[in-house]
């Protein structure tokens, strides 16, 4: 995949694109990313992309010739343009996973008070990363193409994929890790237990009580299976299953707390 970054500030971009997952999926060559200056194509003597809003108002607007020149010579047929706007659909996992499906996309980063609203016409897609106001279209840039990057085959693992947050319309259940017991704060004992069967059924009533405390409005169209359905029953009255219970104790020779 390519993935072209349109910007006024390209040294924004300089140690996401050579840090952790981004620059390793570079290095792997899962993905070439491609950051371009709009500043270049401005035909003023000084450079500048913006000028004051006709009908008055506050602030300046990116100017239309630079915004389109810098497009067309940096798109083609394969190109999937998207301009970072407050008019954009809001941004979530699903959308991630149909970019990752592109040969490329292009992310367009607006400044100052936004673009020339007749280069909507351009584009092939608005897209908002959130309900607030930022300076500009780069971190919204970042937070796209990583949501993409980390989906795309060779990035990360496979099964660190299946199991994040959204992938299944659910947030990833607790994560723990060394020591056990910490200021009073213990680890679950079934995830020391070995039995993946019984792991894997507490981590799915995890992600649901999560779920349901920090997220509930993801359970409103959510899809049951007959098993969900019992394990939800288990966490309304606050118990566990008999699997993960049998688990404990066949287990518990050899947990070392």
């Not at 993935?3 to 924004?12: A, G, Q, S, V």
């Not at 606050?238 to 518990?252: F, P, V, W, Y």
Request: hydrophobic letters at 35%.
């Amino acid at each position: 995949m390519i993935i072209k970054i349109l910007t006024l500030f390209p040294n924004f971009f300089e140690s996401f694109i050579n840090s952790s997952i981004i620059g390793r999926a570079i290095s792997r060559e899962v993905v070439q990313f491609e950051i371009i200056d709009i500043r270049k194509y401005s035909t003023d003597k000084n450079h500048r992309v913006d000028d004051r809003p006709l009908g008055g108002g506050a602030g300046l607007i990116m100017k239309l010739d630079p915004l389109v020149s810098c497009l067309k010579d940096n798109t083609n047929e394969k190109s999937h343009k998207i301009l970072l706007t407050p008019w954009g659909k809001p941004y979530n996992q699903a959308k991630a996973i149909e970019l990752s499906k592109k040969d490329e996309i292009v992310l367009i980063c607006g400044h100052y008070e936004g673009v020339d609203s007749r280069f909507i016409n351009y584009c092939d897609e608005l897209i908002s990363v959130g309900d607030y106001v930022m300076t500009g279209g780069e971190i919204g840039a970042m937070t796209i193409a990583d949501s993409v990057v980390r989906l795309l085959r060779g990035a990360i693992t496979d099964s660190s994929i299946e199991e994040e947050s959204f992938n299944d319309g659910l947030l990833e259940y607790p994560q723990y890790t060394y020591p056990l017991n910490y200021d009073g704060y213990e680890v679950p004992e079934i995830l020391l237990c070995g039995n993946h069967e019984a792991v894997a059924h507490f981590r799915r009533r995890e992600s649901f009580r999560i779920t349901k405390k920090y997220r509930p409005d993801l359970l409103e169209n959510f899809e049951y299976s007959k098993k969900d359905l019992k394990i939800l029953k288990e966490l309304e009255e606050g118990r566990e299953s008999k699997l993960e219970t049998q688990a404990k104790i066949k287990g518990a020779k050899f947990i070392k707390r």
